[in-house]
């Protein structure tokens, strides 16, 4: 966590970025890994559904990193190479692969859709740095799929008028961690502004698509659920910032 974690007076609370954090300590990846999944099954347990102990520890860990495109990192392997160092092992560049930040991502998701606020404030704070700047337009395509509705069957009923009700087809708690997820890729700080311009026009695009999909979450009328609606907002918000 030390290492995650800048000086006080530092400049940012993110002082190491993801890839280089699991360079130095590349034991913790399998590990940490491994303990994620096991917290994220936990929070699906439709018999327990407790919080794993090691799971805010890990996503506060995750959080304090900084987005890979956004900080330099040591050489790999195949820097080493081009500059005319050894030619890389087969095994160091699969070791870069297996080192990857965004193999937590999957997990992450998971937990945002907890059915704990916390849990799921938690894991949005924690995929932001684990999205590279080039990958957020996609991220963010994939995490408001989690806000969509299925079409309904009433709608086939010529009897009914005015704006029908929605649900999110994971839930409103899915609903509400992914647009928690989107607004934290979208931030100032986040993997939107890390790349050039290019990559965040393309994030906004994913974005401004992805809020038109699922904005039936703002009308009370078809959805009524407030920490929904607000989450939704928050994300139009750092959309048009």
């Known amino acids: 966590m030390n290492a995650a974690t800048p000086a006080a007076g530092g400049a940012s609370r993110r002082a190491v970025a993801g890839d280089e954090f699991f360079r130095r300590f590349p034991e913790t990846h399998p590990f940490l890994l491994a303990k994620l999944a096991e917290a ?11 919080v794993h102990p090691a799971l805010y520890p890990i996503l506060a860990l995750l959080s304090r990193l900084r ?19 050894a030619e890389p ?12 930040p ?34 957020v337009a996609g991220a963010l395509a994939e ?26 087809r994971l839930g409103y708690n899915a609903a509400h961690g992914a647009l928690l997820c989107a607004s934290e890729l979208l931030k100032p700080e986040g993997p939107a502004e890390a790349g050039d311009v290019s990559h ?7 974005a401004a698509e992805g809020l038109a999909r699922c904005s039936y979450l703002v009308d009370p009328e078809a959805s009524p659920v407030a920490a929904a ?6 994300c139009a918000h750092e959309t048009l910032r």
């Open 143 to 168: 995490t408001f799929r989690d806000t969509e509705s299925p079409s309904s069957l009433s709608s086939l009923s010529p009897a009914r008028t005015g704006p029908k009700p929605r649900r999110p």
């Open 40 to 50: 994220a099954d936990a929070l699906e347990s439709k018999t327990d559904g407790a």
């Open 200 to 206: 965040a026009m393309a994030a906004v695009e994913a």
């Open 229 to 234: 609606a607000a989450a939704w907002a928050l």
């Open 67 to 85: 987005p890979s495109a956004g900080a330099p990192a040591r050489e790999t392997a195949r820097e080493k190479k081009e500059k005319g160092g």
């Open 102 to 135: 965004a193999a937590f991502a999957p997990s992450v998701r998971r937990c945002a859709r907890g059915r704990v606020h916390a849990v799921r404030a938690a894991a949005a704070r924690a995929l932001a740095p684990l999205i590279k700047a080039e990958d």
């Open 89 to 100: 092992l087969g095994a160091e560049l699969g070791a870069e692969l297996e080192l990857d």
